[in-house]
């Protein structure tokens, strides 16, 4: 169990530092992505954020630069992470990015949420907008669902494989002008992004090894395959 322990809090440290070298390179100054153990049964749980609070497992959020005048920006980002089945790899078990208007605001702009294996039937990777929409309200089951809100509902975002990671949100707010960007942020992005996808499609191809002998016996070791 001890070198489980350290295998997973070094893995966790090296992920915390990427985290806050990419928002410190893009969107943010001074952020300090924090780790602290959670032990939750038979797993070895870390959880990062900014400034993570040990006594209540919080992350504090932390200010952006908004391109509108004399407006207000607050992200919230959080992992919790722990190793895979074979204790092998690192793996996100949940993680929240959000955009909101002040340091405590209840609602903002959106969050991103992932939950694996998310037990109440929505899905485990989500986009949460607040918002309103007159159709919506209409739409909603009186019977049911009177009063129910925009952002109560769960877009679905790719599932546990091919949802959005920090650097897609990042790019958003950069790209819809909602805040300053840092120069040569594309390239930080750009790195971290690529690094997000081959980890992923590494995790998928573990899990679905028939697939990867039909690409193999399709198109050969070094072959081409198609865009």
């Known amino acids: 169990m001890h070198l ?21 390179g893009t969107i943010a100054e001074h952020v300090q992505i924090k780790a602290v153990a959670l032990s939750k ?16 497992m ?47 605001a209840k609602q903002g702009l959106f969050h991103y949420d992932y939950e694996r294996e998310k037990a109440d039937g929505y899905p485990d990777a989500h986009l949460q907008v607040y918002g309103n929409s007159d159709l919506f309200l209409a739409l909603n089951d009186p019977r049911a669902d009177s009063g129910r809100s925009l952002a109560q509902l769960h877009f679905p975002v790719g599932g546990k494989r091919f949802r959005p990671c ?23 992005l750009e790195v971290g992004r690529e690094g997000f996808r081959r980890n992923q499609l590494l995790a998928a191809m573990r899990r679905d090894p028939g697939a990867v002998e039909v690409f193999v016996e399709r198109y050969g070791m070094r072959g081409t395959a198609p865009n």
């Open 4 to 24: 489980i322990s350290d295998k997973l809090r070094d893995r966790t440290n090296r992920f915390a530092k990427e985290i806050q070298a990419l928002l410190n």
């Open 41 to 56: 049964g038979d797993d070895r749980l870390f959880t990062l954020g900014h400034l993570l609070n040990k006594g209540t």
């Open 58 to 104: 919080t992350a504090q959020r932390f200010r952006l630069k908004p391109r509108a005048p004399k407006a207000e920006l607050w992200m919230d980002v959080s992992y919790q992470l722990r190793l895979d089945a074979e204790r092998e790899h690192l793996m996100v078990q949940q993680s929240f990015f959000g955009v909101f208007g002040s340091q405590d």
């Open 166 to 188: 920090l650097e897609d949100v990042i790019e958003f707010l950069i790209v819809e002008r909602l805040v300053e960007a840092r120069d040569n942020h594309e390239k930080v």
